[in-house]
């Protein structure tokens, strides 16, 4: 294998680390500012630049982002962006 060979793997495999994680963050049932959301981020990364916005987990976490819209469908009869309540 010539260096630059080995150059661009290495490039291409630290394109692909980012995305990897990024998979790895389960998706998560939030309620913001009294809104539905499944959102793949950790709750200091939702409260992260929303200021004061209300925010709280409203359900489980999903491996797979479109499993947790199915979630609010038949568990909380709304849609993503349909009206939520922190307590």
């Not at 790895?24 to 939702?46: F, K």
């Not at 982002?65 to 609010?72: C, F, H």
Request: glycine content about 6%.
């Amino acid at each position: 294998m010539t260096k630059r060979l080995a150059a661009m793997l290495a490039v291409l495999a630290s394109l692909a680390a980012p995305a990897a994680v990024a998979q790895s963050t389960p998706a998560t049932v939030y309620c913001v500012n009294n809104r539905i959301m499944v959102e793949r981020a950790t709750m200091s990364q939702m409260q992260s630049g929303r200021g004061h916005s209300e925010i709280c987990i409203i359900g489980p976490s999903f491996d797979f982002q479109p499993d947790g819209v199915t979630w609010v469908r038949q568990n909380l009869r709304a849609d993503v962006g349909g009206n939520c309540r922190c307590r």
